[in-house]
């Protein structure tokens, strides 16, 4: 039991202390390419801070865990809305806008409805989890096609007519022929200026990949160990390890607080929440169809679209989150906590 712990921690260790690894590597190579703080908040820093709960997903979906992974992820997105934006509240106050509101945080909002319409019928299907996937590859496409316009007004209205209309399709072709185009002056530049630096964010982003993975390992067969020894639900567990494979994005909300960028704050929990929902829980259900329990269809699911609807309304008042709004987060966060103890043990 003891040995069992202790390789759950070490897995848990592992997987934090890669995911930094990958995340200053992959920031500051989008740096270099001129890429803004929010959209590095809202899809590197994001897919990199989530990559904890993605790569666990893979295994716990190749050995058939529906119940650790709905519970890690619902958990997940959970704890980054209220234990992460909570405590960083507290830490400084965080300045909002309409641009967060307006698209990112209606499209968080629209996620978190159509996966609970989705888990209604108690599991997500292959083909459910590949229109996740095709969303989020669709949205994080739509960022950095709309980047140069960003201090205009974008709407969700105007991602869902860009995803309706298959406008990522043509995104994808342009950028294609822009990058066979130039390719040779890219190469150039990279080479007279960059290769050192990028050569060893490149080997750090490799190294930390492998942490990663062995970290995964230990913390989805021990964790699957102790559901069974304790015989409680797997996605109870699957909600405690979230404490812990959030602790990346916890860092990096911490970190930007203390320097009063609230842009990187909020971006980082919607842009880790939505990578969760959709690339994650895509990607696990396309190995493996999910079963979801009715604790999570009837608890957990509800309690973050309220969470969203909440973060919502917050953001939009006064355009800032202060040390009030965060100790309501948190009391919620630990609310939530204690009832899904009482409910599932």
Same mark, same amino acid.
């Given at each position: 039991m003891i040995l069992k712990l202790l390789f759950l921690i070490?897995?848990?260790?592992?997987? /934090?202390?890669?995911?930094d690894l990958f995340v200053k590597a992959a920031a500051s190579i989008a740096k270099r390419a001129g890429v803004s703080e929010f959209v590095i908040g809202?899809?590197?820093v994001a897919i990199g801070t989530s990559l904890p709960e993605y790569i666990s997903a893979i295994f716990a979906s190749l050995k058939g865990e529906s119940g650790l /992974?709905?519970?890690?992820?619902?958990?997940?997105?959970?704890?980054?809305?209220?234990l992460i934006i909570g405590i960083a509240a507290l830490i400084s106050v965080i300045k909002t806008d309409e641009q967060m509101l307006g698209r990112d945080g209606y499209f968080l909002f629209a996620v978190s409805i159509l996966l609970f319409i989705v888990v209604f019928n108690g599991r997500i299907s %292959?083909?459910?989890?590949?229109?996740f996937i095709l969303l989020f590859?669709?949205?994080?496409?739509?960022?950095?096609?709309t980047k140069p316009q960003f201090s205009g007004k974008i709407g969700f209205r105007d991602f869902a007519e860009y995803f309706l209309k298959l406008g990522y399709v043509s995104s994808i072709k342009r950028k294609m022929s822009a990058w066979n185009a130039s390719s040779g002056n890219i190469k150039k530049v990279n080479a007279d200026n960059y290769e050192g630096s990028i050569s060893k964010d490149l080997l750090v982003m490799v190294f930390s990949g492998f942490l990663i993975v062995f970290g995964a390992r230990f913390l989805v067969d021990n964790a699957v160990y102790f559901a069974t020894s304790f015989k409680? @639900?797997?996605?109870?567990?699957?909600? &405690?390890?979230?404490?812990?494979?959030?602790? @990346?994005e916890l860092s990096v909300s911490i970190a930007?607080?203390?320097k009063g960028l609230g842009n990187i704050i909020i971006g980082n929990a919607i842009g880790s929440c939505l990578t969760n929902t959709l690339?994650?829980?895509?990607?696990?259900?396309?190995?493996? @169809?999910?079963?979801?329990?009715?604790?999570?269809? %009837?608890?957990?699911? @509800?309690?973050?679209?309220?969470?969203? /609807?909440? &973060? &919502?309304?917050q953001i939009k008042s006064d355009w800032e989150l202060r040390k009030k709004e965060g100790i309501l987060f948190i009391l919620l966060y630990a609310s939530f906590l204690c009832i899904l103890f009482i409910i599932a043990i």
């Amino acid at each position: 039991m003891i040995l069992k712990l202790l390789f759950l921690i070490i897995g848990l260790i592992l997987l /934090i202390k890669g995911s930094d690894l990958f995340v200053k590597a992959a920031a500051s190579i989008a740096k270099r390419a001129g890429v803004s703080e929010f959209v590095i908040g809202l899809t590197l820093v994001a897919i990199g801070t989530s990559l904890p709960e993605y790569i666990s997903a893979i295994f716990a979906s190749l050995k058939g865990e529906s119940g650790l /992974i709905m519970g890690n992820i619902i958990g997940a997105d959970i704890a980054n809305i209220a234990l992460i934006i909570g405590i960083a509240a507290l830490i400084s106050v965080i300045k909002t806008d309409e641009q967060m509101l307006g698209r990112d945080g209606y499209f968080l909002f629209a996620v978190s409805i159509l996966l609970f319409i989705v888990v209604f019928n108690g599991r997500i299907s %292959r083909l459910e989890g590949g229109l996740f996937i095709l969303l989020f590859v669709a949205y994080t496409i739509y960022l950095f096609e709309t980047k140069p316009q960003f201090s205009g007004k974008i709407g969700f209205r105007d991602f869902a007519e860009y995803f309706l209309k298959l406008g990522y399709v043509s995104s994808i072709k342009r950028k294609m022929s822009a990058w066979n185009a130039s390719s040779g002056n890219i190469k150039k530049v990279n080479a007279d200026n960059y290769e050192g630096s990028i050569s060893k964010d490149l080997l750090v982003m490799v190294f930390s990949g492998f942490l990663i993975v062995f970290g995964a390992r230990f913390l989805v067969d021990n964790a699957v160990y102790f559901a069974t020894s304790f015989k409680v @639900p797997a996605s109870l567990v699957g909600v &405690l390890i979230a404490v812990g494979t959030t602790m @990346p994005e916890l860092s990096v909300s911490i970190a930007a607080a203390k320097k009063g960028l609230g842009n990187i704050i909020i971006g980082n929990a919607i842009g880790s929440c939505l990578t969760n929902t959709l690339l994650v829980l895509g990607t696990a259900s396309l190995i493996n @169809p999910i079963q979801v329990s009715a604790l999570t269809i %009837r608890f957990m699911l @509800p309690f973050l679209v309220g969470l969203v /609807i909440l &973060l &919502l309304i917050q953001i939009k008042s006064d355009w800032e989150l202060r040390k009030k709004e965060g100790i309501l987060f948190i009391l919620l966060y630990a609310s939530f906590l204690c009832i899904l103890f009482i409910i599932a043990i």
